[in-house]
């Protein structure tokens, strides 16, 4: 299956590259923070958290560390859930306030793109819409280095960590998009699953689908040789297709998603589960990091985009506001629904991974298999009921297909091609499951 998967084709690219940053796992490696810094060389470092973490034990740790190790530092929390521009400009203000030689981000995906995204600023110039993809921005190429950032995730979602790109809000625009450059991956990664031991069910769930997705959509993304080949090294989007590297490790996420999301959502004693699913973010972020996302990814911008006047429980956050994970699940039944005809084995496989009881399907089931395997996870955590749970109807269905067709990129990452028709219909299909 995996070799005829990637069955070379005319003028198809014949290669692929694999990035990760130097990886670290287990309990307690927050502590190592300080000695990895002074190991590459850190003197002064920009410590990057949130308000919620600032003054609690993760950042304190990691702050003793720094200092154990001979580390001066300065800390940088003013950072919103779901980063903005602005943020990252402040962000880029504070790096140039002193002479930091790296950065260390602590916590969830907002402060890890945050950070990436202000070093781009810091080293390269400019505002964070000139590097956005044209017609959003003016696709200005990041030209060189970053200073090296250290991550820490304190969440089990993003991935993060071991991936080069930054998604952010452009506030003018209420809407977001991606920065990607092989230059903004994190030199090192620090994956200490103790961050999610207090994590709220709600957050663990919604963190959960968002490496649900990663995997899945990685999975299934269109094979590497089916994208066009790149003339030159530099030229190969991270977004370059499902290749035998990022299908091994997505295979594992969502075997870990079967096995561990509903048991580490809904008890929040239970270590084994959390670890694992902190384990199974790092594993499908290194995965979609080396393939890009589709589909499921591609719809949660028209989502996060027209949003209005909701709120979800948990995050203490004003409206309009849909965590990342939730705008990317809510849609994903049905997309999977609908790319499955393009390649019924790898759905099969990716619903059998995620424990789906099959009942010995046959391809034309695919879709509906690997559909139901999403919905019945959804609603053992609580998911809300497609976009209807989210505050859509079928009033709004064009205007998310408009704002969502922008993500040209991802949407041609997909397995089957697809039209603002064929958008529409996922969306339509979406509203509610049950
Ligand atoms: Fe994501």
Same mark, same amino acid.
Request: net charge negative; proline share 6%; aromatic share 6%.
């Given at each position: 299956?995996?070799?005829?998967?990637?069955?070379?084709?005319?003028?198809?690219?014949?290669?692929?590259?694999?990035?990760?940053?130097?990886?670290?796992?287990?309990?307690?490696?927050?502590?190592?923070?300080?000695?990895?810094?002074?190991?590459?060389?850190?003197?002064?470092?920009?410590?990057?958290?949130?308000?919620?973490?600032?003054?609690?034990?993760?950042?304190?740790?990691?702050?003793?560390?720094?200092?154990?190790?001979?580390?001066?530092?300065?800390?940088?929390?003013?950072?919103?859930?779901?980063?903005?521009?602005?943020?990252?400009?402040?962000?880029?203000?504070?790096?140039?306030?002193?002479?930091?030689?790296?950065?260390?981000?602590?916590?969830?995906?907002?402060?890890?793109?945050?950070?990436?995204?202000?070093?781009?600023?810091?080293?390269?110039?400019?505002?964070?819409?000139?590097?956005?993809?044209?017609?959003?921005?003016?696709?200005?190429?990041?030209?060189?280095?970053?200073?090296?950032?250290?991550?820490?995730?304190?969440?089990?979602?993003?991935?993060?960590?071991?991936?080069?790109?930054?998604?952010?809000?452009?506030?003018?625009?209420?809407?977001?998009?991606?920065?990607?450059?092989?230059?903004?991956?994190?030199?090192?990664?620090?994956?200490?699953?103790?961050?999610?031991?207090?994590?709220?069910?709600?957050?663990?769930?919604?963190?959960?689908?968002?490496?649900?997705?990663?995997?899945?959509?990685? +999975? /299934? @993304?269109? =094979?590497?040789?089916?994208?066009?080949?790149?003339? $030159?090294?530099?030229?190969?989007?991270?977004?370059? !297709? &499902?290749?035998?590297?990022?299908?091994?490790?997505?295979?594992?996420?969502?075997?870990?998603?079967?096995?561990?999301?509903?048991?580490?959502?809904?008890?929040?004693?239970?270590?084994?589960?959390?670890?694992?699913?902190?384990?199974?973010?790092?594993?499908?972020?290194?995965?979609?990091?080396?393939?890009?996302?589709?589909?499921?990814?591609?719809?949660?911008?028209?989502?996060?985009?027209?949003?209005?006047?909701?709120?979800?429980?948990?995050?203490?956050?004003?409206?309009?506001?849909?965590?990342?994970?939730?705008?990317?699940?809510?849609?994903?039944?049905?997309?999977?629904? +609908? /790319? @499955?005809? =393009?390649?019924?084995?790898?759905?099969?496989?990716? $619903?059998?991974?995620?424990?789906?009881?099959?009942? !010995? &399907?046959?391809?034309?089931?695919?879709?509906?298999?690997?559909?139901?395997?999403?919905?019945?996870?959804?609603?053992?955590?609580?998911?809300?009921?497609?976009?209807?749970?989210?505050?859509?109807?079928?009033?709004?269905?064009?205007?998310?297909?408009?704002?969502?067709?922008?993500?040209?990129?991802?949407?041609?990452?997909?397995?089957?091609?697809?039209?603002?028709?064929?958008?529409?219909?996922?969306?339509?299909?979406?509203?509610?499951?049950?």
């Amino acid at each position: 299956m995996g070799c005829q998967y990637f069955a070379p084709t005319e003028n198809g690219a014949d290669s692929f590259t694999v990035a990760m940053p130097k990886l670290t796992v287990g309990r307690g490696t927050l502590r190592e923070v300080g000695e990895r810094a002074a190991s590459i060389g850190l003197k002064r470092v920009a410590l990057f958290t949130d308000p919620t973490l600032l003054s609690g034990h993760l950042v304190s740790t990691v702050r003793e560390s720094l200092i154990a190790a001979g580390c001066k530092l300065d800390i940088f929390s003013d950072i919103r859930v779901e980063p903005d521009d602005d943020s990252v400009e402040r962000g880029a203000q504070f790096l140039r306030g002193s002479a930091f030689d790296g950065v260390v981000s602590v916590g969830g995906g907002s402060v890890m793109d945050t950070a990436k995204a202000a070093l781009v600023l810091f080293c390269h110039g400019g505002k964070a819409v000139d590097y956005f993809a044209a017609p959003i921005g003016q696709g200005k190429t990041i030209p060189g280095p970053l200073l090296p950032h250290i991550a820490c995730p304190t969440t089990s979602g993003t991935g993060s960590e071991c991936t080069s790109i930054s998604v952010l809000r452009i506030n003018q625009l209420n809407t977001k998009f991606v920065i990607a450059s092989p230059y903004m991956l994190p030199v090192a990664a620090i994956v200490d699953p103790q961050c999610c031991d207090s994590l709220p069910a709600n957050i663990v769930a919604s963190t959960g689908f968002d490496l649900c997705c990663h995997a899945l959509e990685c +999975y /299934t @993304a269109r =094979a590497y040789t089916q994208h066009s080949k790149v003339p $030159a090294a530099a030229a190969r989007q991270y977004i370059q !297709g &499902a290749n035998p590297f990022s299908e091994l490790v997505a295979r594992e996420a969502l075997s870990i998603v079967g096995q561990y999301l509903q048991r580490g959502v809904n008890d929040a004693s239970d270590t084994q589960a959390r670890d694992q699913l902190m384990w199974g973010a790092t594993l499908a972020g290194i995965a979609f990091g080396n393939s890009g996302t589709h589909l499921p990814h591609a719809l949660s911008y028209g989502i996060t985009h027209l949003m209005a006047d909701i709120t979800t429980d948990g995050y203490p956050i004003a409206s309009p506001f849909i965590p990342h994970g939730i705008s990317v699940i809510v849609s994903a039944p049905s997309i999977f629904g +609908y /790319t @499955a005809e =393009a390649t019924p084995d790898r759905h099969l496989d990716g $619903a059998r991974y995620l424990l789906a009881d099959d009942k !010995g &399907a046959t391809p034309d089931e695919a879709g509906e298999v690997l559909a139901n395997r999403l919905i019945e996870l959804m609603r053992a955590t609580h998911m809300p009921n497609g976009l209807s749970g989210v505050g859509f109807n079928e009033n709004h269905i064009q205007a998310l297909a408009a704002s969502s067709v922008r993500q040209g990129r991802a949407i041609a990452n997909a397995p089957r091609d697809s039209n603002l028709v064929d958008l529409e219909n996922m969306y339509r299909n979406a509203l509610s499951y049950w």
